[in-house]
């Protein structure tokens, strides 16, 4: 689960009565495409700045899972929230389903939500969607007893295609970039492909240094981007091949070491001085001033290119001798492990959950994944709070 505030220079005033509307301005205050997940969106009834805390929908269908949303209504509260809408996303909201699915998740809502509501004291909810397979449902709670609570759903609405949304439009003659999250392109795939690890790429004395890993991982951010589309022609010396740095700061990720080198330069990001590295979780879970520097935010110029290195180190996989995808598979852990600490340090720990799980399947005997696991499942939180 992750609580999550839209940045403070750009606030979003979402349309809760239109479950389009909703769904497209949630997908743009998040910046990516939500799917199987519940999104509460808190508010005073003020027309403030929204806050918004997203659930996995894997974690609504344990025996606890009321408890879980109680956590997150009392997150909203400490936010000043006295009320709050929501919606839950089955498949991507408009992926085909199973007849009657959508119904049955709302008839399964209604009452977990209503549970969690009165637990929470005078918590106003309303109103609640349920969308899938194009279309969304409104969920609403009509008389209840001591053993049980009546649910009414609403007739199915269909759903407009996110780009008719008037968000979206909104968005764009605002100039406001409709971005996707970094995609394995034909260029970054092609790249991935013609890269090559390990050997005379390792360091060769221990990790490399601070200030250098900082100019790879600026150098490699301008190669992706360029190779994405959305990057400078140029922008530095055509005699160093975007293959070099790519190599070595990929072959440099495959050390333990580097992860967390990685994750501590990226906590020094903006700041005077060093974050003590033995202590980094412990300082971002404990203290409120350790806030993470736009660069290294989900979204984020650093944050970008550590994902575009996981494309590429995945690419890389599928090419060369068992040297250089063993390099690769390592490097793609590396980068996974810096972007999870990341995700969660940006309060998603739903993106967290997802690289975690990712991390599991790709690396079974991983001794980081329980930890990581541990850190993000339980109510152990960053200290700094984004501005409301």
Not at 174 to 186: D, I, R
Not at 214 to 243: K, M, Y
């Amino acid at each position: 689960m992750t609580t999550h505030v839209p940045a403070a220079d750009g606030p979003r005033a979402l349309r809760l009565h239109d479950p389009a509307e909703l769904l497209a301005g949630i997908r743009l205050s998040f910046g990516e495409l939500i799917a199987d997940a519940l999104v509460l969106v808190g508010h005073a009834g003020d027309g403030g700045t929204p806050v918004l805390a997203r659930s996995d929908l894997v974690t609504l269908l344990v025996p606890d899972a009321e408890l879980q949303l109680r956590h997150q209504l009392a997150l909203l509260r400490e936010q000043g929230c006295t009320a709050a809408a929501g919606v839950l996303v089955i498949g991507d909201g408009r992926e085909s389903l199973l007849p009657g699915l959508v119904e049955d998740a709302a008839l399964f809502l209604g009452p977990l939500l209503l549970g969690a509501a009165r637990d929470e004291g005078c918590f106003s909810l309303g109103p609640m969607w349920v969308v899938g397979d194009g279309t969304g449902v409104e969920v609403m709670l009509g008389e209840r007893s001591e053993s049980c609570v009546e649910v009414l759903v609403s007739p199915p609405r269909r759903l407009r295609d996110f780009e008719e949304t008037d968000v979206a439009v909104r968005a764009v003659l605002s100039g406001e970039s409709l971005v996707a999250p970094v995609t394995a392109g034909p260029g970054l795939e092609e790249l991935g492909r013609s890269l090559r690890l390990g050997g005379e790429r390792m360091p060769a004395f221990g990790r490399p240094g601070d200030a250098h890993l900082v100019q790879l991982l600026e150098r490699s951010g301008d190669t992706i981007a360029r190779r994405c589309g959305s990057g400078p022609a140029g922008g530095h010396d055509d005699s160093v091949t975007d293959c070099e740095h790519l190599e070595e700061l990929l072959s440099a990720l495959a050390l333990d070491s580097v992860h967390w080198a990685i994750i501590g330069i990226c906590a020094d990001r903006g700041r005077e001085g060093q974050v003590p590295r033995d202590e980094l979780l412990q300082a971002i879970a404990s203290d409120p001033d350790l806030r993470p520097h736009p660069d290294v935010c989900a979204g984020g110029r650093w944050y970008e290119t550590l994902e575009g290195l996981r494309l590429l180190a995945l690419a890389a996989q599928g090419s060369g001798d068992a040297e250089h995808r063993g390099t690769a598979a390592a490097a793609w852990k590396g980068a996974t492990i810096a972007l999870t600490v990341l995700a969660w340090w940006s309060h998603r720990g739903a993106t967290a959950g997802h690289l975690v799980e990712e991390l599991r399947i790709h690396d079974p005997a991983s001794t980081l994944a329980p930890l990581l696991t541990r850190l993000i499942d339980t109510p152990i939180r960053p200290a700094w709070w984004p501005e409301r």
